[in-house]
């Protein structure tokens, strides 16, 4: 996260320097209408006499707003421009990250986590570096032209006088900002929680409604709704007893400079109008003096969000290892697994246990089993969704951590049980947002996944725009033109995994047939728990609790009379049965 920050502030070398620079011009130019004003009050004890000098003093009081004014907008502009810069920089590098991630540690972190990242962590980064160089150089600034013009201008005693409840104004600050910073975590970690609880809610709104629980969940997010307010609300309490404080002080400071100037005026050391110049300086530190909290308060939620996105940035990504040896990008795709076994991270129960499979280019692979028998693991790894040791799965002769991600990946297409589905046009669905393919090549694909009628029929046919998840189709719909990516790309091995359970015998039949067409000189693997889906298969494996327990041909399983046999007849007619 440091350095991501870093290189982001970098961008703006020069930017940054300029900035500061108008500030101090800023604070400077402010310095001068209090001396003004002060000068004509002075002047007011001879009206005729120094009418021209007042007048003058005026047009020139006149002149410094203007040019203040046009400094004010140039250096607003300039701090508005490097904190979006930074806010869209982080965002862009987290977003990246999450990307890289590996799977194992992205699924640890809950959709609501996620979106207070990006929304409330980078938005409490962006803040804070919005107030550091707006508030914060301006507070620096504030104090030394300020106080250097107090001394130097008016009086050094009345200056050190002044200066001594802004001191007790900085020790009460130090006190009670460490409640300010407990509080706020407390709340931030409420809000996490709220919307975590609203993520999953609306993810699961069709569950919900099936069991009439709305009752149920909105006293839960009451109550999850009420401690955010309650944390909040003791975050302002301690927040507004900081400025309170401040502004008490901040009288204080007045009635000193009244009552002792008053004195320095009537003894004859300074005059009516450097009294109220000195007044004018005064209340020169009323924003810094208040800012001076909220700087504070701020850099500390600041701090937690950085600690925050810190522990994402740290989360270990997925090393592409490029080896010179690696000439070509375009896989055969001959599968050799050898002895693999394996286990979730944190989980000592073993998912695989030692699996062997040789899969030759032009075959198709079935794996059949129950539900939480390792076939979907089986084929994360051979993605390297998960790290596996060396030496245990190999593709055309080569292990795959030695095959870069990208090239792996490019050569598989891997169609998962989710049929996962993105609120876009149907035509970017099947692409994947990909350019290269052409309308005809998109169409043709469709044809094949048998869900070409079906889009034919929708209103704007390829342009309709689903949504969110496909929330529009039916089971079968997402199904298919999921399945209709594997016809689109050209992948040397082709994965399906589970995804004809939505279709109907005959469907899948079809599919299965046009499927085997298109994969004559490519390596496919169908999982699936129904026995006519993998029938026809080169080779059928049978997982059992993680092991392979079947191995063989359908007739040759049928004969076995094992697992194999016992979901076909589970599955079969009587009359398949018979024949």
Known sequence: MKKVLIDSLKKYKWQIPIHIILIGINIYLLTIPAKIIGNIVDLLYDLEANKQAILNNTYYLLGVCIVYLVVRMSWKYLETYISRGVERDIKIKLFHRFLKLKLQNIQNI???EIMSYFVKDTNEIRSTVYRIISHGIRIIFTFIIAIYQMASGVNLNLTIAVMFPILIATILVVKI???VEINFKKAQDRFTEMSEYIQESTDSIRTTKAYSCEGSQLKDFIRKNRLVRQSNNTVDVFSNLLSTSIQICFGICYAIS???GSKLVLDGTITVGELVTFQGYIGLFVNPVNWLPQLISRFKRAQISYERL???FSLETEKIKV???IKKDKLEG????????????????KALENIDIEIKKGQTLGIIGTIGSGKTTLMNLITRLYSIPNGKISIDGKDINDIPIEVLRNNICYITQDNFLFSATLKDNISLFKEEYDDDAIKESTKKAIVYDD???MPHGMETVIGERGGDLSGGQKQRIAISRAFLKDSSILVFDDTFSALDNKTSEKLIKNIREVSDDKTCIIISNKVSDVRESDIIIVLDDGKISERGTHEELIDHKGIYYDFYIQQSTKAEVLA
């Open 455 to 457: 889009i034919a029929n």
């Open 110 to 112: 809950k959709n609501g």
């Open 258 to 260: 009244l009552l002792y």
């Open 177 to 179: 900002k460490k409640y």
């Open 334 to 349: 001959n599968i050799v697994i050898h002895d693999l076994s394996f286990h979730y991270p944190r989980i000592l129960e």
């Open 323 to 325: 080896k010179r040896n």
């Open 310 to 312: 810190d522990k994402v």
